[in-house]
């Protein structure tokens, strides 16, 4: 892209925060605009399902890897954008031209429409989400948490720890198998068990019941579970009605090439969450990723590109990683175990520390581990070798 004097990056989290420090590192001498939705400035998710819920103040800061000039416009969403004229709407009003913009606009968290009561109940996505639910969770309340994913049992975790009742309740046969498969999954169920939590699997919730405020929720099986407070950590969905009308893929997320490009627009590119991206460390499918160093690895990227920087022949392929907190254990993961049709503990035992490769029609494509740190290590090695462009496999 030529002659870009201002750039507007819209999502004023992580994604849009790495990206402007990217620009600025990378000489962009021009005006960065940042809008975001939310009151507060940027700040670290992965906190808010653990310690925040906790009730702890700190860990929230993104530390600075290098730059921040920009002009902040927060508590103000994007309302509409029309790429062709390279004109955003915001909700106050205001209209801002651009040369280069970037979606950074992260995820929602899905809501099921229950019908009942809708006071008690509760979702994790934002700060204030976070700090709501972690004034709720006292001494023997009843806590349903509707969903087996990772944030789910993380604040199942939380929320046992602070002395509540805890039920998690959802359709699959174990939590988080989708990634970590269903062994790992059954033995992480087990220590959940262990600590107080109790799981009905196999079920979903069809309503809430009580008047004003919530007494309980009432399971697809008839079951009655008293409830004080509800949780729903069931999946999120990507916040891209901002950029409906352009003609843009936006079947789950924005569809980007590899180099974060929005499709068809020079101008545009994505990052974070909410962009769908192929990976040749992986595949030539398109996916969105939601993992925080993700996040930064495209935000990067996606700086690169709007300032007409190309990778390297063999393609921007970051490494996907994560890591999970619960139970007192922390859960680390490598490359992409969720698509692995085959996975071979390598250490230790699933009802312990343990590593375990993942493979898919044969070839290594993840790894994850509670512990065995050293092996994670070896593993990651391995992938990235058996991954690279230069391999013969
Ligand atoms: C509770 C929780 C726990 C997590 N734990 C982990 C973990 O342990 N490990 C891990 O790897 N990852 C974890 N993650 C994921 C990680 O935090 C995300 O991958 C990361 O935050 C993605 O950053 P992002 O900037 O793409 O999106 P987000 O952080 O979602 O930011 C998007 C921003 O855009 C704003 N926005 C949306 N629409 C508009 C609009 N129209 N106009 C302006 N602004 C808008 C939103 O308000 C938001 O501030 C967790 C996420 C959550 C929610």
Redesign the pocket.
Known sequence: MKSVQRIVV????????RCTEALRAEGFGGEVVL????R?G?Y???????AVLAGAAGGLELETTGERAAEWRLG????EVSLAARRLQL?DGGELGYDGLVV??????RRLPLPGPRRGRHV???LDD?RNLAAALRPGARVTVLGAS??AC?IASVAVDAGCSVTIVAPEAEPMAAVLGAELGAALRRRHEARGVEFRLGTVASKCDGGETLRAVVLSDGTDLPTDLLVEAVG?TP?V??LEDNGLDLSDGVLCDNRLRVQGHEDVVA?????RFPNPLIDDVPRR???????VD??RQAALTLLGRTPGPAGFRPLP?????QAGLRIQAFGSPALADAREVVAGDLDGDVAIACHRTGRLIGAVAIGRRRDLIGLRKRLLDERSPLATT
């Open positions: 819209v999502g004023a989290s992580l994604a849009g925060l809008v975001g939705e939310e507060h940027p670290n998710r992965p906190p808010l399902s653990k103000v969403p994007a309302t909700a950074a606009t992260g995820l929602r968290p994790v996505r934002t976070a990772f944030i993380e999120c916040a009605d901002w990052a974070g969450d909410v962009a990723v939601e993992h925080w160093t993700m996040a495209t935000a990683g994560f890591w999970s907190d």
